[in-house]
């Protein structure tokens, strides 16, 4: 029997702070139980953290960081938290809000249109250094200490310093993003919930149907316009994501990890994985491998 060797992404559902249309939260102290969890959320993120070092984990893409960091990410990036890796001299700023969160149209305005690009960008994960990381650093503690307009003003300042500034790379994370367009959301948190504890398993079309009480080809029809995509991608993905984790985690072999996210054809899963992430497992392992050889002992 094959163990199991970490979880699938889970949807994490985000409330603005109160009186706020974005949620804006900071930490600075160590919280010895709390543990990083592999999530996503149709809300894009903002994280800035102060010194210290880490691993970014999203999507597929893995590298480190030192110095502290600043990265943005677009809607539904699969990804881990960074509160574990707090120490005292160190503390972390999350921003999360919806794309639309001033308004439905209001980022299609010409003036709004850097912005509107950054969050486009965005959707492949985007890390920024240099003089930029620092200053968006500091305007966002200043945030904490403003009235809810002057916050409002000056976040919307904060995003044009992001969208107009070069001093950023791109992490290319966006292979396998978990995208939800539409807005019903407690069938789809359903759906959701089932794929996350079953996704290992074989999951048959009609059982699922059967659960949202639908037909199979409502169900097809359904999903394909609620999420963009086939439920078999949906379920492929996730997989592919799950993959993705274990690869990076303990010496078990390929076969293992093939299995063990869900795919019964070694074949099919090394043709997937590759036409998803643009490597085969085992040179994504690699790649892995020499990121943490070059960060850690060359650089």
């Known amino acids: 029997m094959i163990r199991s060797f970490g979880q699938s992404p889970s ?37 800035y953290v102060k010194q210290g070092s880490g691993k970014r984990h999203i999507g597929n893409h893995i590298s480190y960081y030192n ?7 677009g809607p539904n990036l699969p ?31 010409p003036e ?36 809810p307009f002057e916050r409002l003003t000056e976040f919307l300042r904060i995003l044009q310093l992001l969208a107009t500034t070069r001093e950023y790379e791109v992490l290319n994370a966006s292979g396998v993003a978990l995208i939800i367009q539409g807005q019903d ?9 089932f794929v ?18 639908m037909t199979v080809p409502s169900f097809c029809r359904y999903f394909k316009k609620v999420t963009g995509r086939t439920f078999t991608d949906f379920v492929n993905e996730f997989r592919i ?16 990890v093939c299995f063990e996210s869900g795919f019964n054809n070694f074949s099919h899963f090394n043709r997937l ?16 491998e020499k990121v943490v050889y070059e960060e850690f002992y060359v650089g």
Not at 32 to 47: G, K, N
Not at 185 to 193: A, L, N, V
Request: with cysteine; net charge negative; charged share 25%.
């Open 11 to 47: 949807l994490e559902k985000i409330n603005p702070t109160f009186g706020q249309s974005f949620s804006l939260r900071k930490f600075e102290e160590v919280n010895p139980s709390a543990q990083p969890f592999w999530h996503f959320h149709p809300e894009l993120e903002i994280v």
């Open 67 to 73: 110095g502290g960091d600043l990265i943005l990410l």
């Open 79 to 109: 990804h881990y938290g960074f509160t574990d890796r707090l120490s005292e001299n160190q503390s972390e700023i999350v921003v999360q809000m919806r794309e639309e969160f001033l308004g439905k149209n209001f980022f299609s305005l």
């Open 112 to 147: 709004m249109q850097s912005i509107q690009q950054l969050f486009d960008r965005s959707r492949l994960g985007l890390s920024f250094y240099g003089n930029i990381r620092d200053e968006v650093g500091s305007r966002l503690q200043d945030l904490f200490y403003m009235d």
């Open 185 to 193: 959301t407690d069938r789809i948190d359903h759906i959701y919930k």
């Open 196 to 213: 996350r504890q079953h996704f290992s398993e074989n999951i048959h079309l009609q059982e699922v149907a059967d659960m949202v009480s």
């Open 241 to 256: 994501v799950h993959a993705c984790k274990l690869l990076t985690e303990e010496k078990h072999s390929i076969s293992e």
């Open 273 to 288: 994985f590759k036409q998803k992430t643009g490597q085969s497992p085992n040179q994504y392992r690699k790649s892995i």
